[in-house]
């Protein structure tokens, strides 16, 4: 069983950026896809980024070039880079492996 464990979350105003963490028990090569969920209250949860084992990405659209999935394969870590953050975007961030192993949740709070 893959071990994730998300941080970076916090409180930021609207604008702002923030840098989520998701360090892996195992090598990232071995159990992409990787993906990063959120769940606002009262919300499903939804696909906010992925990437695939040969390195495409894929974006919910209302994060499209404002949010950045990518990798550090020495440091088994995958990481979101979330800029011009809106309210909407408030919602526990989730790292996913293999559409099948969660990490415990990161909240993200935006204010305005």
């Known amino acids: 069983q893959v071990r994730l464990v998300e941080s970076g979350g916090g409180l930021v105003q609207v604008g702002g950026s923030l840098r989520l963490s998701c360090a892996a028990s195992?090598?990232?090569?071995?159990?992409?896809?990787m993906a990063w969920y959120r769940q606002a209250p009262g919300k499903q949860r939804e696909l906010v980024a992925s990437?695939?084992?040969?390195?495409?990405?894929n974006y919910k659209d209302s994060v499209k070039g404002r949010f950045t999935i990518s990798i550090d394969n020495a440091k088994n870590t995958v990481f979101l880079q979330m800029n011009s953050l809106k309210p909407e975007d408030t919602a526990v961030y989730y790292c996913?492996?293999?559409?099948?192993?969660w990490g415990q949740g990161t909240q993200v709070t935006v204010s305005s």
């Open positions: 996913n492996a293999m559409g099948t192993c």
């Open positions: 195992a090598s990232i090569f071995g159990i992409t896809p």
């Open positions: 990437l695939s084992r040969g390195g495409g990405t």
